[in-house]
């Protein structure tokens, strides 16, 4: 069935360290995917999307790329900050107005130390 | 501010009893949605409710699970019976629909309602 998968946490990074956070999706059809991020008591909030092949998301200095021949989204930041340190869900909706599914994956959380 | 808002934000219940959450969303999101975030774990679809369709139920896992919800407003999630593998934060997004498709919109979350059976 459908599904994503993300990198198992937490991931602990130096300030101003690069960050990589792996996603991958199985899916039918032609999926939108997400990053969404909960910042420590925070509810949930969208980070980026990308809803087709070769998009790019990108906001606060992260980017996502939506790469259909590896059914990856792999969310990465060239230099981290201390408020960055959330947790970090990827997710893929597919489906009409009538039939919609949202799936995700398990959430990876990222420490930054100073 | 003018997010959605869920009530309670904790509730502890004992086994067997019945549950009520309550979410309000956006004004004038018409697409209103239900997921289940059990610890450690990623969220769990359960429903969907968009405008006077018919919502879109096939996330609840039992019967025990019910969601209702007038027109485009308040929704209430109900759980009969409870059993503590319900324990989760139940977590409530609305999003406006502007662009007719689902799968692209941006949802917009509520702090959830963390819920605890004894």
């Known amino acids: 069935g459908d599904s994503v998968t993300q990198m198992e946490g937490p991931v602990t990074l130096s300030e101003e360290a690069c960050l990589t956070i792996n996603c991958t999706y199985t899916a039918t059809g032609y999926p939108s995917l997400f990053w969404y991020v909960q910042y420590p008591g925070e509810g949930l909030q969208l980070l980026l999307k990308?809803?087709?092949a070769d998009d790019k998301g990108s906001n606060k200095g992260f980017e996502a790329t939506y790469r259909k021949e590896t059914t990856s989204f792999h969310l990465e930041k060239g230099s981290v900050q201390v408020s960055d340190s959330a947790v970090y869900f990827c997710?893929?909706?597919?489906?009409?107005?009538?039939?919609?599914?949202?799936?995700w994956g398990a959430g990876t959380k990222l420490i930054i130390k100073p | 501010g003018a997010g959605v808002s869920q009530s309670p934000s904790n509730k502890v219940t004992e086994k067997g009893k019945d549950v009520e959450l309550r979410c309000d969303p956006i004004?004038?999101?018409?697409?209103l949605y239900w997921y289940r975030q059990r610890l450690g774990q990623g969220l769990e679809f359960l429903i969907y409710?968009?405008?006077?369709?018919?919502?879109?139920k096939s996330g609840l896992p039992s019967d025990r699970f019910s969601a209702e919800r007038t027109g485009e407003s308040v929704s209430t999630l109900t759980i009969q019976r409870t059993q503590q593998e319900d324990s989760a934060v139940y977590l409530c997004?609305?999003?406006?629909?502007?662009?007719?498709?689902?799968?692209?919109?941006?949802?917009?979350f509520g702090p959830g309602t963390r819920l605890l059976v004894l």
């Open positions: 004004s004038g999101h018409t697409a």
């Open positions: 997710a893929l909706s597919l489906g009409s107005d009538s039939n919609y599914q949202l799936i």
């Open positions: 997004a609305s999003s406006p629909r502007t662009s007719g498709r689902a799968r692209t919109e941006t949802q917009y």
């Open positions: 409710f968009q405008g006077n369709s018919a919502p879109d």
């Open positions: 990308a809803t087709k």
